[in-house]
Structures are given as C-alpha cells and as structure tokens.
Nanobody, 115 residues
Framework: VQLQASRGGLVQAGESLKLSCAASHFKFSHYDMHWFRQAPGKEREFVGAISRVGNSTNYANSVKGRFTISRDNAKNMVYLQMSSLKPEDTAVYYC?????????WGRGTQVTVSS
C-alpha cells in the first residue's frame, strides 16, 4: 500500500499550489480521501475530504473557499488545489484514506507560505 504525495514547495502569500497524492496497491475507489496538515508545534488538523466517487466534498472553515479537493479514480489520484495561500497555511500536508478509520496515510509534504 502506498500513498505518495507530490512535492510541496515554497510560495508567496496569495499564490496557488496544487498537491497530489498517488495511491497504489489498494482499491482507491473504495475510500473517501482526506487531507490533513500539521504546522510546527501544533496538532494535526483536518483540511478537507472527498467522497469515494468525488461527488461530495467538505472543508475546514479555515480553508473553505480557498482550497479544492478533487480526485481521479481512473488514475488513483487525489488532488488538493490551494489558492490565496496565507502564511498560516504553512504546514506538512498529508493525504489519508477514510473508510471508517484512517487506514493508510501518505508521508506528508511540506508547504511553506512566505509573507
């Protein structure tokens, strides 16, 4: 089982960045997919989620209207499009599967937003 996140990066406030997470060796379409993030010194927090077929999403209030999650089940990929980034979005971002529990986690990728 593998969840491989794309490389994050360093961006300026107000810019956009798209993360992806590639799934392999499990039935990707059987799982909702969630994104989390963890900033230095803080607990991991929920960012957003997408349903198994991609017809439903929900987001944390802190990112609502700025972040968009999508998925491509044919490619076993889930995406996190981040726009209007703020310095407080700086964190390590993780994708994870959800099917009653968080069975699989990606390794995390660093996103740094400079002011």
């Amino acid at each position: 089982v593998q969840l491989q996140a794309s490389r994050g990066g360093l961006v300026q406030a107000g810019e956009s960045l798209k993360l992806s997470c590639a799934a392999s060796h499990f039935k990707f379409s059987h799982y909702d997919m969630h994104w989390f993030r963890q900033a230095p010194g803080k607990e991991r927090e929920f960012v957003g989620a997408i349903s198994r077929v991609g017809n439903s999403t929900n987001y944390a209030n802190s990112v609502k209207g700025r972040f968009t999650i999508s998925r491509d089940n044919a490619k076993n990929m889930v995406y996190l499009q981040m726009s209007s980034l703020k310095p407080e979005d700086t964190a390590v971002y993780y994708c994870a599967t959800w099917n009653g529990d968080y069975e699989f986690w990606g390794r995390g990728t660093q996103v740094t937003v400079s002011s």
